[in-house]
T-cell receptor
Framework: EAGVAQSPRYKIIEKRQSVAFWCNPI?????LYWYQQILGQGPKLLIQ??????VDDSQLPKDRFSAERLKGVDSTLKIQPAKLEDSAVYLC????WGAGVPYNEQFFGPGTRLTVL | RKEVEQDPGPFNVPEGATVAFNCTYS??????FFWYRQDCRKEPKLLMS???SGNEDGRFTAQLNRASQYISLLIRDSKLSDSATYLC????????????FGSGTQLTVLP
C-alpha cells in the first residue's frame, strides 16, 4: 500500500518569497493534517481537514499561511511571504475516520524540509 | 506550560541496557496516549498505544498513570536500531482526534 506522498522534499527560498507544498494522502483516508516541525521540537498541528472541509486551523498563521484540499484528496500548503522563522520540516499526515476506528493512528509523509534564507 | 513535556535527553546507553522515558501531560481531558518513534531526518511512526492497564510489545513496555498524568516507555535489551527520538503523544476526546506531540527524547544506543 502506498504511503503519504509529499513534494518537494527540499526547498530553499529567500525571505519574503512564496512557497507551496503538496501532499497526497493514503487512499481512503478522509482526514489530512499539516504539521510544522522545527528542529528539536515535536510536530505542531497547523491545520486539519476532514474530506475537503477544515476541522481546525486555529494554529495556522493565516496572515501568511494558507491550505486547501479542494476535492477531498490532495492538499497544498502555501506560505506567502516566508519569514526566517518558517524554516522547518512540513509534514503531512492522514488517518482513517469514523466509527470502528479504535484509535487515531496518523501516517506521516516524508516531509518537506524548508530553509528560508 | 507545554501540554506534553518530555525529558529531551540525549540518553546514551550501551547495547543491552534498559532505558526508561517519562512524559507528563497537562490536560486532564486527554483520552488516548501513544509513543511515536522518529528516526533522524525521517517521519514519525507509531510505536505503540498506551493503556491504563499497561501494554507490552516485545522489548517495549508502556505505562499510563491517569491520576498523575504520567506516561512511560521502557525499552529492555536495547539494540543499535533503537536509536531514534521517541515522541510522547496525547489525544483529546471528541471528533477531532487531534494529536499533541511532546518535543521528544533522543536515544542513542552505543555498541
Amino acid at each position: 500500500e502506498a504511503g503519504v506522498a509529499q513534494s518537494p522534499r527540499y526547498k530553499i527560498i529567500e525571505k519574503r518569497q512564496s512557497v507551496a507544498f503538496w501532499c497526497n494522502p493514503i487512499s481512503g483516508h478522509a482526514t489530512l493534517y499539516w504539521y510544522q516541525q522545527i528542529l528539536g521540537q515535536g510536530p505542531k498541528l497547523l491545520i486539519q481537514f476532514q474530506n475537503n472541509g477544515v476541522v481546525d486551523d486555529s494554529q495556522l498563521p493565516k496572515d501568511r499561511f494558507s491550505a486547501e484540499r479542494l476535492k477531498g484528496v490532495d492538499s497544498t500548503l502555501k506560505i506567502q511571504p516566508a519569514k526566517l522563522e518558517d524554516s522547518a520540516v512540513y509534514l503531512c499526515a492522514s488517518s482513517l475516520w469514523g466509527a470502528g476506528v479504535p484509535y487515531n493512528e496518523q501516517f506521516f509523509g516524508p516531509g518537506t524540509r524548508l530553509t528560508v534564507l | 506550560r507545554k501540554e506534553v513535556e518530555q525529558d529531551p535527553g540525549p540518553f546514551n546507553v550501551p547495547e543491552g541496557a534498559t532505558v526508561a522515558f517519562n512524559c507528563t501531560y497537562s490536560n486532564s481531558a486527554s483520552q488516548s496516549f501513544f509513543w511515536y518513534r522518529q528516526d533522524c531526518r525521517k517521519e514519525p511512526k507509531l510505536l505503540m498505544s498506551v493503556y491504563s492497564s499497561g501494554n507490552e510489545d516485545g522489548r517495549f513496555t508502556a505505562q499510563l498513570n491517569r491520576a498523575s498524568q504520567y506516561i512511560s516507555l521502557l525499552i529492555r535489551d536495547s539494540k543499535l536500531s533503537d536509536s531514534a527520538t521517541y515522541l510522547c503523544v496525547v489525544s483529546r476526546s471528541g471528533s477531532a482526534r487531534q494529536l499533541t506531540f511532546g518535543s521528544g527524547t533522543q536515544l542513542t544506543v552505543l555498541p
